[in-house]
């Protein structure tokens, strides 16, 4: 019993704690109500003795089922599960329920959690143990060009795997919610979050929060880029924020010449050309473009972090587009497109929430579209890949451009918030000056 017990999936002397693991389960077994408290927080590998693993385990299979979390319901989940004599078998879950440590008392939720914090933050040191070990064999391989990518984002990722429990037990979410209610009822405009530059979509939306994934979608040609430009010539020019743009198509240079034109409102006009460039220059810190062909998802991860390290005050962040981000070298080849855009978005959507930044992402829509008797009014299913886009973007915009039977611009264009997770869905008709690549809301909307 005692040694198999003691055969730990990490190397001896590795952060852990026998006495908090036993003390959790004991006091789950006791009391199970306080289990609640740690499911969608303790994980099974969060334990480092692989028998409480599968232990745990069982339990939160029991919670599912709503089986009772005692001694014989944990061990016929042992036993359907194949994993009974791994965990210590029945005779130790029971040594759990009596109390196998009589140091260790757990009686309400507060002094559960701070044992479950004692072993998640073991978990996570042992995780960085291992990331580290990862770390000096990438920088002794000589082929490795991207270790330093490679280390950020191991460090980043040992950080987001693990839950926050810091918060007060009795943190007040009522009030945290109140708060926010009154900061929207107060804000200038009900604008809590980022400004656009488009009265209308800020009114809203409130504006972009900062933890939010924004995805803009068109078909080709239809005006992704050139919105996602006004709004970042916007942040960085009337919010005073800087703007990092990832441009996996374009130049910085192309993107540039864009900027210009539509500040200073001309196609060819040199003296206007240099009147913008001088209001430009003034704020040429704040545009951060990044114009790399085939990046990683992991090479985009490591911009962001040290965009963010080096501009706190950070207004926007623009990738585009997701679907010309390279696939992963060391991910599985038999891996389908839609997986890999999937993890994409689930990615930037971790790093909205840690960076404390809207990301606005710019995706393709799917042919699907062409086949339909209407044309002109885009749905969420025509985004291209994956349904995951829909699910991990808190605001889903569309942009249209009115084309005449030559395919040229009419001069007429829409806006569609297809999704916002707080709040309703709107067309929004929007004017677009070809030449200046430039949307500007028709005057008879605002109100």
Known sequence: MTEQLEQESFAPLAPHSRDAEQ???????????????????????????????????????????????????????????????????????????????????????????????????????REMITACHEMIDSAHDRNQRTYLEQ??????????????????VNHNI??????????????????????????????????????QLITVSARPGGGKSAFALNVAVHVVLQEKKPVLYISLEMTSDELMKRVIKQVANSENNMSQFEAAEQTLQAHSHHFLFEDAAGLTLAAIQSRILKARKAHPDLGLIVVDHIGLIASDPKASKNQPRAYEIQ????????????????????????????????KNKPQLSDLRDSGSIEMDSDIVLFTHIERDDDRRPTGAATLTLAKQRDGVQAEIPLLFIPHLTRFKEKPSYLK
């Not at 745990?56 to 036993?79: G, N």
């Not at 965990?87 to 009596?98: E, H, K, M, P």
């Not at 708060?179 to 809203?204: C, K, M, V, W, Y």
């Open 174 to 211: 009522i009030g945290s919610a109140m708060a926010l209610l009154r900061a929207e009822a107060n804000a200038p405009g009900g604008i809590t979050g980022l400004s656009t530059g488009f009265s209308s979509l800020d009114r809203i939306t409130h504006g972009f929060q900062p933890f």
């Open 343 to 374: 993890q994409i978005t689930s990615r930037f959507k971790v790093l909205a929430k840690t960076v404390g930044v809207p990301i606005l992402q710019l995706a393709q829509m799917n042919r699907a579209i062409e086949g339909r008797q209407d």
């Open 23 to 125: 003390a959790a389960l004991s006091a789950f077994l006791q009391n199970p109500d306080l289990l609640q408290h740690a499911i969608g927080i303790l994980q099974p590998e969060h334990f480092y003795t692989q028998a409480h693993g599968l232990i745990y385990k069982a339990m939160t299979d029991c919670f599912e089922q709503q089986a009772p979390i005692e001694p014989v319901a944990v061990s016929d989940a042992l036993r359907r599960s194949g994993s009974l004599e791994a965990a210590g078998g029945s005779g130790y879950v029971w040594d759990l329920a009596i109390g196998s440590n009589p140091t260790v008392s757990i009686i309400n939720r507060e002094s559960l959690l701070y044992w479950v914090n004692i072993l998640i933050d073991d978990a996570k040191r």
């Open 151 to 168: 280390a950020e984002n191991l460090l980043f990722w040992v950080n987001e795997a693990f839950p926050d429990i810091s918060k007060p």
